[in-house]
């Protein structure tokens, strides 16, 4: 858990200080900062072992709701 | 970014590459068993046909990207939520060929290392090369993707010896429906992926080329494939090709006197890493030309980060892999691949007709 923490505090301190001393634009910041929220909430579930459905189990969902699969 | 340039042999070859990807470990056509070098074929064949139908959208659209074409084709919103679907396709497609690399590499090479530490390290290499630009991913194409052949021969001239020249008869023995089910798929892995190009397609200097270089690295690859398909036949037999996971990797475990395993490995990290280079290069610049962002280097590291995570998260095992992309990939892919490229062919023949018309009318 402290690991990945630690792994996600680097990759997003180093890219924010790029991106504020590039002077980007917020979308950049708010885009960013989404994907990296997403990933590292997922990260710390999987390392604490409770792992989330996953998209792979939505798709097959969907496809056996629609009928395409049985 | 528009003086970005790649060559015509650079684009074949990474489309090559991209082609040889995961398919350097894994058999495609595996599911016809002893008719799969037909199902190749029959794949092959619509294969060539539908990167065709890409190459002819970016010749009906110069200098647009996948982004650019589905704004203008299908209105605004409808283009732009189309446009985030393809980015989502773009990132689990890479994150699905970082997991065969990691179940590769954990299973076979390095069976003591963590799966995210392989994953995570490739990534970092990956993300580095993708930041320095698709005209220097193109240029380590040209030094690198001509050993992919290379290292074939080498592991088929070896095993000369312990070949059985029949292995791959009786033909059509369970009838043609396997044949032309494993053609589906084998249309959509790996043919299909390479629609990640329609982001890459813009780059190419001489546009003149493009039909002929995509169409030749589709019967290049076709023709590689049914080449490893003969050589791993004959030499492992079908009833063993059949319960084996990584084919030519146990292929290349028979050669007698020596151990030319970690080939495998190359061709793998080069065809692997030329597919995830492209797909992260495709998903941050759809996703920076949809929000408005001028350099796509600003999203990739997020973008290479959740492709990690989701190549973890994804699946729970290598069979939980296997039988997913054997259950749902082909029909997943299909709206990507095929549906969506084939309407906006069909709005750009439409949209260039009248054009043509009004042309001649004035002259």
């Known amino acids: 858990m402290l690991i990945v923490l630690a792994?996600?505090?680097?990759?997003?301190?180093?890219?924010?200080?790029?991106?504020?001393?590039?002077k980007e634009p917020a979308k950049v910041f708010v885009i960013y900062t989404c994907l990296m929220a997403t990933s590292l909430s997922i990260s710390l579930l999987l390392a604490?072992?409770?792992?989330?459905?996953?998209?792979?189990?939505?798709?097959?969902?969907?496809?056996?709701?629609?009928?395409?699969l049985e | 970014m528009g003086k970005v340039r790649i060559s015509s042999i650079q684009l074949f070859l990474l489309l090559s590459g991209f082609l040889f990807g995961s398919t350097v470990i894994l058999a495609p056509a595996k599911g016809a068993k002893n008719d799969a070098w037909l199902a190749i074929l029959i794949g092959g064949a619509c294969g060539v046909l539908l990167m065709g139908v890409y190459a002819a959208i970016a010749l009906l659209n110069p200098s647009k990207t996948l982004v650019d074409i589905l704004e203008e084709k299908l209105g605004k919103v409808a283009g732009t939520i189309v446009?985030?679907?393809?980015?989502?396709?773009?990132?689990?497609?890479?994150?699905?060929?970082f997991r065969d690399f990691g179940e590769f590499i954990c299973s076979v090479t390095f069976p003591e290392m963590p799966m995210v530490?392989?994953?995570?390290?490739?990534?970092?290499?990956?993300?580095?090369?993708?930041?320095?630009?698709?005209?220097v991913?193109?240029?380590?194409?040209?030094?690198?993707v001509p050993l992919i052949p290379v290292i074939m021969l080498i592991i088929s001239l070896s095993l000369f010896t312990v070949h059985d020249f029949t292995a791959f008869l009786p033909i059509l023995e369970n009838g043609i429906t396997p044949v032309l089910k494993t053609a589906l798929s084998f249309i959509t892995f790996p043919f299909g992926e390479t629609v990640a190009f329609l982001m890459l397609f813009p780059h190419l200097n001489q546009k003149e080329k493009l039909k002929n270089v995509v169409l030749i690295s589709a019967i290049v690859s076709t023709l590689m494939q049914v080449l490893i398909f003969f050589r791993d036949i004959s030499v492992l037999g079908s009833g063993l090709m059949d319960r084996a996971t990584f084919i030519p990797h146990l292929t290349s475990l028979i050669i007698p006197e020596f151990n030319i395993e970690p080939l495998v490995?190359?061709?793998?990290?080069?065809?692997?890493?030329?597919?995830?280079?492209?797909?992260l290069y495709a998903a941050s610049r759809a996703l920076c030309q949809i929000a408005g962002i001028n350099d796509y280097r600003n999203l990739t590291g997020a973008i290479s980060t959740f492709c990690v995570v989701l190549s973890i998260w994804v699946h729970e095992s290598v069979l939980d892999l296997f039988s997913w992309t054997e259950k749902v990939w082909s029909y997943y892919s299909l709206p990507f691949q095929v549906f969506v490229p084939l309407l906006l062919l069909l709005l750009s023949l439409k949209k260039s007709k009248p054009s043509n018309a009004g042309t001649a009318n004035e002259k």
């Open chain 2, 265 to 279: 490995d190359i061709n793998l990290l080069i065809g692997g890493g030329i597919k995830i280079s492209v797909c």
């Open chain 1, 7 to 22: 792994v996600f505090a680097v990759l997003i301190i180093s890219d924010f200080l790029r991106f504020i001393r590039n």
């Open chain 2, 83 to 97: 446009a985030i679907l393809y980015v989502w396709y773009f990132i689990h497609l890479a994150s699905l060929v």
């Open chain 1, 48 to 68: 604490a072992g409770r792992r989330p459905s996953s998209p792979a189990q939505w798709i097959e969902a969907v496809f056996k709701m629609i009928g395409v």
């Open chain 2, 137 to 144: 991913v193109g240029r380590l194409s040209e030094l690198l």
């Open chain 2, 117 to 135: 530490v392989v994953i995570g390290l490739f990534a970092a290499v990956l993300l580095y090369a993708v930041n320095s630009g698709i005209e």
